[in-house]
């Protein structure tokens, strides 16, 4: 089993005197200001608990876009600082970015282009020359900011998702013999029917073909990818590789399910606090004597948060005895409000809570409770015990890591999760009730199952997801990754 000193203890072995850069649009601590004061937070979020360690280990550099709004005073003025601010090990490098130049390369190409082409989700991604032009100079600005960073060295790169496909072609043509590159996808790639639409394909391609190794959660995503390469580019694809050959450069694709952080995840809920925050969140939610059918996600179309309202609905149309016993609570932080899309679709679920909750409340009860705040992982451990079920209801997720950490937090093998087919975890998670959110009666149905399961039922397939997950958890995704990464050689 992965541990975080085991990789640790990889880093230090394997690095030798090279430098380990990781590349990444979200920074791992951000600066606010509060009251007049400055505070500083680490970033919620799988993949900066997985690599915060790792960096400290190997004292890297992480360079990221500094999005808080005291990061400029906390940096020096090259955007530098040391982190974590109690013990600082790694030097953390802040790139800049005006509100234009976010608009239009955060929310715009990234999240209202690559976002609905990546998900298939039925929203057309919207492909605009400005959004595509700051694209490609933000990308450039990373790329600066990596090569002002390793002089005349040698270094392991390591890039975060798909804000930044341009990057390692970049850093090849800047330093071709300096750099081994390997990029992780979090999010779905798309079938080549779908990728074709992009205008920006060609380029895209060409950006991430010169990674030394890219990375997907899952096979078929992976297949996707090769799909679309053997379609749009000249190459060699071997298929028993698993890699895209042009020329002398390779870049291998490997599938690498991320995870949640099994072991820590296992320490909270042992810790004496969640008793506490359990006790507040009944007496704050009202959710007494009930059983609860709990939605975690981010506000985003592709979450299927109204197909699951809807489920909720039928469910209480075809069994109303539930009424007054069961409720569903979703909750759902808000993002990307910029973006008109996810105004109308908030405006949308909103519209329906109130519709569902209208059509079956009684005295006192109402079925759908809606809680549009941020809360933190000890907070989500402790909502995670109090869920009879737990529903995933994604149209699309490369992974989705709130299924993880609800089977991770169920120390107790009690609660059953309903999941999407659609989500990468999926794949792993073969004894929840699985379910397609299109299917609005085999939905509700996968409901009614999660929740009538005898205690012995639930056991058994709780304990068969947590021994998955006990050994497939976040060290050993970001380890197999950084050991495929290290192994590469350097050109002469
Ligand atoms: C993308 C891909 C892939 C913390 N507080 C709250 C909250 N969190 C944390 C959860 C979880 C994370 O946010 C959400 O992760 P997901 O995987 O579910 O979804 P995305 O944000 O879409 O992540 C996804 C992931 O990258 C990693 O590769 O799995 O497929 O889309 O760790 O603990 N979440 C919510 N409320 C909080 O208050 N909803």
């Not at 043509?173 to 920006?200: D, G, V």
């Not at 072991?263 to 009930?290: A, H, K, W």
């Amino acid at each position: 089993m992965w541990t975080a000193d085991d990789l640790k203890d990889l880093v230090r072995e394997r690095l030798g005197d090279y430098l380990f850069i990781v590349v990444a649009n979200r920074q791992p601590y951000v600066h606010t200001f509060n009251k007049g004061k400055i505070e500083c937070r680490r970033s919620v979020g799988g993949v900066v608990s997985a690599l915060d360690p790792v960096m400290q280990a190997c004292q890297g550099l992480w360079v990221a876009h500094g999005n808080g709004d005291a990061d400029k005073q906390r940096a020096d003025a090259q955007g530098k600082l040391k982190v974590p601010p109690e013990d600082p090990r790694y030097v953390l490098k802040r790139i800049w970015m005006t509100k234009k130049e976010e608009e239009e390369f955060y929310y715009g190409y990234s999240n209202e282009a690559l976002w609905p082409l990546s998900h298939t989700a039925f929203r057309r991604p919207v492909f605009e020359k400005g959004d595509w032009e700051t694209y490609q100079k933000i990308n450039e600005r990373f790329a600066r900011a990596v090569i002002e960073e390793i002089g005349d060295k040698k270094a392991f790169v390591w890039i975060q998702d798909y804000h930044l496909c341009l990057l390692p072609k970049y850093l090849k043509e800047l330093a071709p013999k300096q750099l081994i590159i390997a990029h992780f996808w979090h999010i779905p790639w798309a079938n080549y029917e779908i990728f074709r639409i992009c205008p920006q394909g060609k380029e895209i391609l060409e950006g991430l073909l010169a990674n030394d190794l890219l990375g997907f959660h899952t096979r078929y995503h992976c297949n996707n990818f090769l799909d679309v390469i053997d379609r749009e580019v000249e190459c060699k694809i071997d298929r028993e590789k698993q890699a895209v050959v042009r020329g002398d450069h390779q870049t291998l694709i490997r599938p690498y399910p991320i995870s949640a952080d099994f072991e820590g995840i296992n320490r909270m809920v042992d810790e004496p606090q969640r008793g506490t925050l359990q006790e507040s969140f009944i007496s704050e939610y009202n959710l007494q004597d009930q059983k609860i059918i709990l939605g975690v996600d981010r506000i985003d179309y592709t979450k299927g948060i109204p197909e699951k309202i809807l489920a909720i609905d039928m469910l209480l149309d075809n069994h109303p005895e539930l009424k007054g016993k069961v409720m569903f609570w979703q909750i759902g932080v808000v993002t990307r409000l910029h973006i008109a899309e996810y105004k109308k679709l908030n405006d949308e679920i909103n519209a329906l809570v109130e519709q569902v909750n209208w059509k079956h409340a009684t005295d006192g009860w109402k079925p759908v409770v809606l809680v549009r705040r941020q809360f933190f992982l000890k907070e989500l451990v402790a909502i995670y015990n109090l869920a009879d079920v737990m529903v995933v209801g994604a149209l699309h997720d490369g992974m989705n890591l709130v299924a993880k950490e609800y089977v991770a937090a169920r120390k107790d093998e009690k609660g059953a999760l309903v999941l999407s087919q659609f989500t990468g975890a999926a794949r792993e998670l073969t004894e929840a009730v699985l379910i397609n959110p299109y299917d609005r009666e085999q939905f509700s149905e996968g409901l009614w199952t999660a929740l009538n399961f005898t205690e012995e039922e639930r056991g058994k397939r709780m304990r068969k997801m947590r021994e998955v997950l006990k050994v497939n958890n976040i060290f050993r995704w970001s380890g197999k990754i950084i050991s495929e990464l290290l192994s590469f050689e350097f050109k002469e």
